[in-house]
């Protein structure tokens, strides 16, 4: 099993490295970013022992198909995808909040909402809604970005007053995520599927706001299948996801929940097969194209240069 879970790389004009939960961010020359989005697989915020083969070939190739499908409604960081698990961009300054958009109350807002709490991020929620239930218009719940642990929910008014954001520009990172989650949607309903919500990045550079990092993304996203969520909603079932939460389900099934003295169960070659199989099934239906694996390699030395070429190749022409 052929996975990438560490870079080192030495790239010309390479000032630094980030090393995130997934993503290994090379700064050159403070100009341009090497986004290596590598097959480490994070849940609880806890990165798990074993990485998923094409993992980050999925994600990667699924952020770059709604980078492009998006560039009419605002600019994007992405210059090139020079390897499938490989993104290079502009280097934008990032805002320090993530702008979450739900359309549905789902995940950590239906917690929210069903332990008594109506209000989020500054947005009310109204009386009688039922979990996965649609909102008559979907909330920005936007979270602070920590540099460690968890983001948090903050509220707008909190945002401007704390200086995080302008007034003039956090108005503006809104209107961009309702017309992004808008298309998104759209093209999830194409897919026959429900874009119930997702998160958005944003930075800046030499003045213009700029959408960064990946985008309707199963890790950055929940999606339901459309067809019987009417019918499960009415029943109070379980919707059908399309996101990593059967990883988590996985987990919790085990014991696992990230919490102090909790071990994570064993990763057999199985069960890393099985989710390598759900991500490819993930990037199929959410795109509509067939998954086609990266060159095929004899082990992950090969990949490594191959990834090292490629990107050597690409900052060449950048120049």
Not at 85 to 99: A, D, I, N, Q, S
Not at 104 to 123: M, N
Not at 173 to 192: D, N, P, V
Request: hydrophobic letters at 35%; charged letters at 30%; glycine letters at 8%.
């Amino acid at each position: 099993m052929n996975a990438i879970t560490r870079t080192d790389f030495a790239f010309e004009g390479q000032k630094s490295k980030y090393t995130g939960k997934v993503r290994d961010v090379y700064n050159i020359n403070d100009e341009h970013l090497v986004m290596v989005v590598t097959d480490r697989i994070s849940a609880f915020d806890v990165v798990l022992p074993e990485g998923i083969p094409y993992k980050g070939q999925v994600l990667n190739q699924i952020a770059a198909k709604f980078l492009d499908a998006t560039a009419d409604i605002l600019p994007n960081w992405k210059l090139a995808v020079p390897d499938p698990m490989v993104t290079v961009g502009r280097k934008c300054e990032p805002f320090k909040v993530e702008m979450v958009i739900r359309g549905y109350l789902s995940g950590h807002a239906w917690r929210e909402y069903k332990a008594g709490k109506r209000v989020i991020c500054g947005v009310t929620m109204p009386d009688g809604m039922v979990e996965n239930q649609k909102f008559s218009e979907p909330i920005i719940t936007p979270t602070s970005k920590a540099a460690e642990g968890h983001d948090e929910d903050i509220s707008k008014e909190e945002i401007i007053a704390s200086g995080l954001v302008s007034r003039e520009d956090y108005e503006q990172l809104e209107r961009y995520t309702r017309q992004i989650y808008q298309r998104g949607s759209e093209m999830a309903a194409r897919m026959g599927l429900i874009l119930v919500d997702t998160k958005y990045e944003f930075g800046k550079k030499d003045g213009v706001i700029y959408l960064m990092d990946e985008i309707h993304t199963p890790d950055s996203s929940r999606y339901f299948y459309a067809e019987g969520y009417a019918e499960r909603l009415a029943k109070g079932e379980h919707q059908r996801q399309l996101s990593k939460e059967f990883v988590r389900e996985w987990l919790m099934a085990n014991g696992f929940q990230g919490q102090v003295g909790q071990q994570v169960p064993e990763m057999t070659p199985e069960i890393v097969a099985g989710i390598t199989d759900r991500y490819i099934e993930l990037y199929e239906k959410i795109t509509g194209e067939k998954f086609i694996k990266g060159a095929e390699a004899s082990g992950t030395e090969t990949i490594l240069r191959r990834i090292e070429k490629n990107v050597a190749d690409c900052l060449k022409g950048l120049k």
